[in-house]
């Protein structure tokens, strides 16, 4: 079992950079892959950036790619999402979720555990 708790979100201005992190806990957290997905108002979930385990092997959506970066320490058992360059339509409620796949790539069907999400709003 993991559990993952989001902190970090907040209000910025356009152009602004905000951290995000996931805390996780249980003996297993830092064999899981970590994905971070949003859900802004009206739409569907999606994905935002995934890291391997080793830290290794990252995955980010073309929406967010330079301007994100997905980062992880295992020792502390967290996993952080650096925003750089924020735009408004960036705004959406920013989740974190495990999955036991291996895969950055894994759809978000193939996620076991998630956080209960930490908003992100991006004023213009």
């Given at each position: 079992?993991?559990?993952?708790?989001?902190?970090?979100?907040?209000l910025?201005q356009?152009?602004?950079?905000l951290s995000?992190?996931?805390?996780?806990?249980?003996?297993?957290?830092?064999?899981?892959?970590?994905?971070?997905?949003?859900?802004?108002?009206g739409?569907a979930?999606?994905?935002?950036?995934?890291?391997?385990?080793?830290?290794?092997n990252?995955?980010?959506?073309?929406?967010?790619?330079?301007r994100?970066?997905i980062?992880?320490?295992?020792a502390?058992n967290?996993?952080y999402?650096q925003?750089?360059?924020?735009?408004?339509?960036d705004?959406?409620?920013?989740?974190?979720?495990?999955?036991?796949?291996?895969?950055?790539?894994?759809?978000?069907?193939?996620?076991?555990?998630?956080?209960?999400?930490t908003q992100?709003t991006?004023?213009?």
């Amino acid at each position: 079992q993991v559990q993952l708790v989001e902190s970090g979100g907040g209000l910025v201005q356009d152009g602004g950079s905000l951290s995000l992190s996931c805390a996780g806990s249980g003996r297993t957290f830092s064999r899981h892959v970590i994905g971070w997905f949003r859900q802004a108002p009206g739409q569907a979930r999606e994905f935002v950036a995934a890291l391997s385990w080793t830290g290794v092997n990252t995955n980010y959506a073309d929406s967010v790619k330079g301007r994100f970066t997905i980062s992880r320490d295992n020792a502390k058992n967290m996993v952080y999402l650096q925003m750089n360059s924020l735009k408004p339509e960036d705004t959406a409620v920013y989740y974190c979720a495990a999955t036991r796949s291996g895969h950055v790539t894994s759809p978000q069907s193939e996620y076991d555990y998630w956080g209960q999400g930490t908003q992100v709003t991006v004023s213009s």
